[in-house]
């Protein structure tokens, strides 16, 4: 007899759909986390790690797009419901960050035309998105605080800003004749991102002294404070070996300075987000079993890494290229775990048929 009612089971279509509507804005942290664990390899010398990681990061890339655009299609209201909702309406930044991240890697095969066309689109989303989120997640609400929803996500926007500045400031040394404009738009991404990144650790902070903080609210995207860091410390690194353009001297010494800075305060953040981790999983008991943010720690273990290599060799100093060069391993390895366990997830949840 077949089951009907509450007893019906579902169809594959059925789940496949569910798990559209369900789609994380921030599920891009994919695309971030593997273009860049890419990037590092090939700094290492790990060629082949570096072009499968990249073919992830694009086929990934390709894959989310189609998957949202479907999500638009047929649960419009539940994009909306995600534009208008504080906790996850940043996470839309990490479409910015994909494409500009993918753009760098490929920059580095030398398709500058491709890596052109993807700063393109990262810099209309990031403008787009840079006015439209802070309105309908933050002040076009009409229930406060607003404050109490602050979380790591926010730290995202200052991610993608970076992104910009980092693929502008790759593309700024080979296309000579927009060497002008492109030295613009990275100093100017670089600042904003700065300046974001003070304004999003000010509002979280907020949020932690002024509201309770439970072991649960200490979730993976946090870890995006540190990455905001160490993407603001190789955009700088770009940005201090541009060829020569009158943005650039004006603010080569200024951003040199202000990388070690950054670089400095992610690596004194990393002791604390482990304890976070560590009271969350360990002390309190929450099940540490996959989620989508979990990309959300995997890319700024891959940025430090990369991150702490390029400021080395932009300034000379080795002991952070070595520092670099250990992070690329363990962020390589917790990449690995991370894809097997969203594999793993994927099929429990919807490819097999539920009993």
């Given amino acids: 007899m077949r089951a009907t009612g509450l007893e019906r089971q579902s169809t594959l279509a059925e789940r496949i759909d569910q798990g559209i509507r369900g789609l994380t804005p921030g599920y891009f942290a994919l695309v971030m986390a593997s273009g860049i664990i890419s990037v ?10 570096s072009r499968v990681l990249a073919s992830v990061a694009i086929v990934a890339w ?6 949202n655009l479907v999500r ?16 996850r309406a940043f996470g839309f930044f990490t479409w910015v960050a994909a494409t500009c991240v993918l753009g760098s890697r490929v920059a580095a095969d030398d398709r500058i035309p491709l890596a052109l066309v993807l700063l393109l689109i990262g810099s209309a989303l990031w403008l787009v998105l840079g006015y439209v989120i802070p309105w309908t997640a933050v002040l076009g609400r009409t229930v406060r605080p607003v404050l109490q929803t602050a979380n790591g996500t926010w730290f995202i926007w200052v991610v993608a800003s970076q992104s910009i500045a980092v693929l502008a400031a790759t593309l700024e040394v080979t296309m000579v004749d ?49 990455g905001a860091t160490a993407i603001t410390v190789v955009a700088g690194a770009r940005i201090v070996q541009m060829a020569d353009a ?15 800075f950054f670089w400095a305060f992610g690596s004194w953040l990393i002791p604390p987000l482990i304890a976070a981790g560590y009271s969350r999983h360990i002390r309190h008991e929450i099940p ?66 539920p009993t």
């Avoid at 590092?40 to 790690?49: E, K």
């Fill in 178 to 226: 927009v060497r002008r404009e492109l030295a613009v738009l990275a100093v100017f991404s670089w600042s904003v991102g700065v300046f974001l990144y003070a304004a999003a650790g000010i509002f979280v902070g907020a949020r932690m002294l002024l509201y309770e903080l439970k072991p649960s609210d200490l979730t993976p995207p946090y870890w995006v404070a540190m």
């Fill in 288 to 353: 540490l079993k996959y989620e989508p943010t979990w990309w959300s720690v995997i890319f700024p273990l891959g940025m430090y890494g990369v991150g702490s290599a390029f400021l080395g060799e932009a300034d000379s100093l080795p002991i952070l290229v070595g520092i670099g060069g250990v992070q690329f391993w363990i962020a390589l390895t917790a990449w690995s775990i991370v894809i097997v366990a969203m594999f793993h997830n994927l099929y429990t949840t919807v490819f097999k048929q």
């Fill in 40 to 49: 590092g390899a090939l700094d290492q010398g790990y060629l082949w790690i």
């Fill in 246 to 260: 009158p943005m650039v001297d004006a603010t080569r010494g200024l951003i040199a300075g202000a990388s070690v």
């Fill in 62 to 67: 390709l894959i989310l797009i189609s998957l």
């Fill in 72 to 87: 638009f299609i047929r649960h419009r209201d539940a994009v909306v419901d995600d534009f208008q909702d504080p906790a």
